[in-house]
């Protein structure tokens, strides 16, 4: 070995960012048998389920694509029925492209942008009138916007906006991070226009009622 | 004969603990999954097995996908008469239809499901971020593959709703008009269109989304397993 | 076997940048060969022929279609219109995303049952989230009969006076 006495190494070893599983504190049991067998359950009900379906519902066929004629009411399937109830509201640029590429952009960046809230809740005492303003100010500002610049008031974005301000202002709810409220508000969103879109829409996308005139398709 | 079966299965009856976990490390099929699992995480009301049941819904449809394209011609209007033969002349024909379809709408569902459970629960959380990245990746490539599958039988329902979604593309600023052309192989939903879907519903998207799936699958491994909240703290 | 470990020998500054600039051309390299790649990928895809059919049209003579009338041209996807400033070839498509729209002749409108566009008979929009009117084809007189060219989008207010 040939002396370096003049020489200092630092290495700056940075910690890994992954969990390890403490396997003192948890109870474990043997994957075969325990999960595997539970994975085969679930996998055959599923399959018990989707053959029962198949044996007694016919999934649909209409005539021959017919280019010169539109069926009234051209009906997507049911996870498209809320971005086509969107289209009902704005040019397609927006309710096509923009809006939907905003919340699959909101989406993915949600683990990075995680703002919590938790650690310091709305509730702590410390600006609490400065926050319930901020808060407030955009939500009757996102009112404004979806009230005004649509062809109709937005009414399935609307208010699933003030079904999660209301929540999130409240000293017991508030203790949530943003995220979590953003993605109640989408969560909340999709599922009003899925449903007005399946049930509640009928020829030339007008309001019809299930109940009454039964379910377009 | 005992030689033989030696060959494939190299390890004992699992009726010993050593003889369990040989039974998981050594197979192929088996090794996504640690030798022991948490108690919690393989509990039906921790994660209603939303993850592994979408990825079962996927492999019913590869399997149903492939004995349907036994049938399917896509061409204008030989398609949309292969539906009319898998209906009335093909055995079994409507029933793997009807799979086909009904197990699409439950992927869809599933994979929906699956990451609003996954949200709720905190998962997306560090160090998983990029895990949910590729999950939203995996919900687009689903959506996907239901859009270009939509247009393969070829009646009014197909043919209006893929309408609807290209012009849609055309929505987009500038370059609208070119990838809307690009989809459609022309300038309306014509028979190019139709042969475009159909390699992407049947290689293309099938193809990535199987690649997604295993890198999912093989970071929740290198994660820790799935996310449990801790058990003493009530977060 | 002993490991031969590379990372612990000394390299001379020369030979970090020798390696430096080759990484640097290599990658240069193949990001122009990934572009090439790309551009020629996208023209494969592009189809240079289109089996499509030709987009001109011959209707009928002017003198046949009185002030008014609306003609549907369901194949085609055209009104042909003869407004009282001439004749006008608006499209049957709706601007919003591309259903094919109706002719109402009671209410005298075109109406679109995808989401519910109006148009008056001149293609503007009076109701619905269409976000512009109708455009118009070219229409011209050849040999006495009105013929339209779908291919040649005119402005929004083209007639052809006869």
Same mark, same amino acid.
């Given at each position: 070995?040939?002396?370096?006495?003049?020489?200092?190494?630092?290495?700056?070893?940075?910690?890994?960012?992954?969990?390890?599983?403490?396997?003192?504190?948890?109870?474990?049991?043997?994957?075969?048998?325990?999960?595997?067998?539970?994975?085969?359950?679930?996998?055959?009900?599923?399959?018990?389920?989707?053959?029962?379906?198949?044996?007694?519902?016919?999934? =649909? %066929?209409?005539?021959? +694509?017919? $280019?010169?004629?539109? /069926?009234?009411?051209?009906?997507?399937?049911?996870? @498209?029925?809320?971005?086509?109830?969107?289209?009902?509201?704005?040019?397609?640029?927006?309710?096509?492209?923009?809006?939907?590429?905003?919340?699959?952009?909101?989406?993915?960046?949600?683990?990075?942008?995680?703002?919590?809230?938790?650690?310091?809740?709305?509730?702590?005492?410390?600006?609490?009138?400065?926050?319930?303003?901020?808060?407030?100010?955009?939500?009757?500002?996102?009112?404004?916007?979806?009230?005004?610049?649509?062809?109709?008031?937005?009414?399935?974005?609307?208010? =699933? %906006?003030?079904?999660? +301000?209301? $929540?999130?202002?409240? /000293?017991?709810?508030?203790?949530?991070?943003?995220? @979590?409220?953003?993605?109640?508000?989408?969560?909340?969103?999709?599922?009003?226009?899925?449903?007005?879109?399946?049930?509640?829409?009928?020829?030339?996308?007008?309001?019809?009622?299930?109940?009454?005139?039964?379910?377009?398709? | 004969?005992?030689?033989?079966?030696?060959?494939?299965?190299?390890?004992?009856?699992?009726?010993?603990?050593?003889?369990?976990?040989?039974?998981?490390?050594?197979?192929?099929?088996?090794?996504?999954?640690?030798?022991?699992?948490?108690?919690?995480?393989?509990?039906?009301?921790?994660?209603?097995?939303?993850?592994?049941?979408?990825?079962?819904?996927?492999?019913?449809?590869?399997?149903?996908?492939?004995?349907?394209?036994?049938?399917?011609?896509?061409?204008?209007?030989?398609?949309?008469?292969?539906?009319?033969?898998?209906?009335?002349?093909?055995?079994?024909?409507?029933?793997?239809?009807?799979?086909?379809?009904?197990?699409?709408?439950?992927?869809?569902?599933?994979?929906?499901?699956?990451?609003?459970?996954?949200?709720?629960?905190?998962?997306?959380?560090?160090?998983?971020?990029?895990?949910?990245?590729?999950?939203?990746?995996?919900?687009?490539?689903?959506?996907?593959?239901?859009?270009?599958?939509?247009?393969?039988?070829?009646?009014?329902?197909?043919?209006?709703?893929?309408?609807?979604?290209?012009?849609?593309?055309?929505?987009?600023?500038?370059?609208?008009?070119?990838?809307?052309?690009?989809?459609?192989?022309?300038?309306?939903?014509?028979?190019?269109?139709?042969?475009?879907?159909?390699?992407?519903?049947?290689?293309?998207?099938?193809?990535?989304?199987?690649?997604?799936?295993?890198?999912?699958?093989?970071?929740?491994?290198?994660?820790?397993?799935?996310?449990?909240?801790?058990?003493?703290?009530?977060? | 076997?002993?490991?031969?470990?590379?990372?612990?020998?000394?390299?001379?500054?020369?030979?970090?940048?020798?390696?430096?600039?080759?990484?640097?051309?290599?990658?240069?390299?193949?990001?122009?060969?990934?572009?090439?790649?790309?551009?020629?990928?996208?023209?494969?895809?592009?189809?240079?022929?289109?089996?499509?059919?030709?987009?001109?049209?011959?209707?009928?003579?002017?003198?046949?279609?009185?002030?008014?009338?609306?003609?549907?041209?369901?194949?085609?996807?055209?009104?042909?219109?003869?407004?009282?400033?001439?004749?006008?070839?608006?499209?049957?498509?709706?601007?919003?995303?591309?259903?094919?729209?109706?002719?109402?002749?009671?209410?005298?409108?075109?109406?679109?049952?995808?989401?519910?566009?109006?148009?008056?008979?001149?293609?503007?929009?009076?109701?619905?989230?269409?976000?512009?009117?109708?455009?118009?084809?070219?229409?011209?007189?050849?040999?006495?009969?009105?013929?339209?060219?779908?291919?040649?989008?005119?402005?929004?207010?083209?007639?052809?006076?006869?």
């Amino acid at each position: 070995m040939t002396p370096h006495s003049d020489i200092t190494h630092i290495t700056v070893v940075q910690g890994e960012a992954r969990p390890l599983v403490d396997a003192a504190e948890e109870p474990q049991v043997m994957t075969f048998p325990h999960l595997v067998v539970r994975e085969l359950i679930a996998f055959l009900a599923l399959s018990i389920f989707l053959v029962t379906l198949s044996l007694v519902w016919d999934a =649909p %066929l209409e005539e021959l +694509a017919n $280019p010169s004629v539109a /069926p009234n009411p051209a009906k997507a399937p049911w996870y @498209f029925l809320g971005l086509q109830e969107l289209l009902h509201y704005y040019a397609p640029f927006i309710s096509g492209v923009l809006l939907p590429g905003v919340v699959i952009g909101a989406l993915a960046v949600i683990p990075y942008f995680d703002i919590n809230l938790e650690r310091k809740p709305l509730w702590d005492g410390t600006h609490t009138r400065l926050k319930l303003a901020g808060i407030w100010g955009s939500v009757v500002a996102l009112t404004a916007l979806f009230y005004f610049t649509a062809a109709h008031p937005v009414w399935p974005i609307i208010g =699933p %906006l003030w079904a999660t +301000a209301i $929540p999130m202002s409240l /000293p017991v709810f508030g203790r949530r991070s943003l995220p @979590f409220w953003i993605f109640l508000w989408f969560l909340l969103c999709a599922i009003a226009l899925t449903v007005i879109g399946v049930f509640f829409r009928g020829p030339g996308w007008e309001y019809t009622l299930p109940w009454r005139d039964g379910i377009y398709t | 004969m005992n030689r033989v079966f030696r060959s494939i299965v190299r390890h004992g009856f699992p009726d010993t603990n050593r003889n369990r976990s040989l039974a998981v490390f050594t197979n192929f099929f088996l090794h996504i999954h640690p030798v022991k699992a948490r108690l919690r995480a393989i509990r039906l009301t921790q994660t209603w097995y939303l993850g592994g049941l979408s990825a079962a819904t996927f492999f019913i449809l590869t399997v149903t996908g492939i004995l349907l394209m036994f049938y399917y011609h896509p061409s204008v209007p030989r398609a949309y008469e292969d539906m009319k033969d898998l209906e009335f002349v093909v055995s079994a024909g409507v029933f793997l239809r009807n799979l086909h379809r009904w197990s699409a709408h439950m992927m869809v569902a599933l994979v929906l499901l699956h990451m609003i459970r996954v949200f709720f629960a905190g998962a997306y959380r560090p160090p998983r971020e990029f895990n949910w990245v590729i999950g939203v990746m995996l919900l687009l490539g689903t959506v996907l593959l239901s859009y270009t599958g939509y247009l393969l039988p070829w009646d009014q329902l197909a043919f209006w709703a893929v309408t609807v979604g290209t012009n849609m593309a055309d929505a987009v600023p500038v370059i609208g008009g070119d990838i809307k052309f690009l989809m459609l192989g022309g300038n309306g939903v014509n028979e190019n269109a139709l042969l475009r879907f159909y390699v992407l519903h049947c290689v293309v998207l099938p193809a990535a989304l199987l690649v997604g799936i295993a890198v999912h699958v093989w970071r929740v491994r290198k994660d820790g397993g799935i996310y449990l909240k801790k058990p003493e703290s009530n977060e | 076997m002993a490991l031969i470990d590379d990372l612990a020998e000394a390299t001379p500054q020369l030979e970090l940048d020798r390696r430096k600039a080759l990484g640097l051309l290599g990658s240069g390299a193949l990001a122009l060969a990934g572009l090439g790649t790309s551009i020629v990928g996208v023209q494969y895809l592009w189809p240079n022929v289109l089996f499509e059919e030709d987009k001109r049209y011959k209707i009928g003579r002017p003198e046949d279609i009185p002030v008014g009338q609306v003609v549907v041209l369901p194949r085609e996807k055209i009104y042909l219109v003869h407004l009282n400033e001439g004749f006008a070839a608006i499209t049957a498509v709706c601007t919003h995303l591309g259903c094919m729209t109706r002719y109402e002749s009671e209410e005298r409108r075109f109406f679109c049952p995808c989401h519910g566009s109006v148009y008056d008979l001149e293609g503007n929009v009076t109701g619905g989230p269409a976000p512009k009117k109708l455009p118009r084809f070219q229409v011209v007189v050849d040999k006495g009969v009105l013929m339209i060219d779908a291919s040649k989008v005119m402005d929004p207010d083209f007639v052809l006076k006869v």
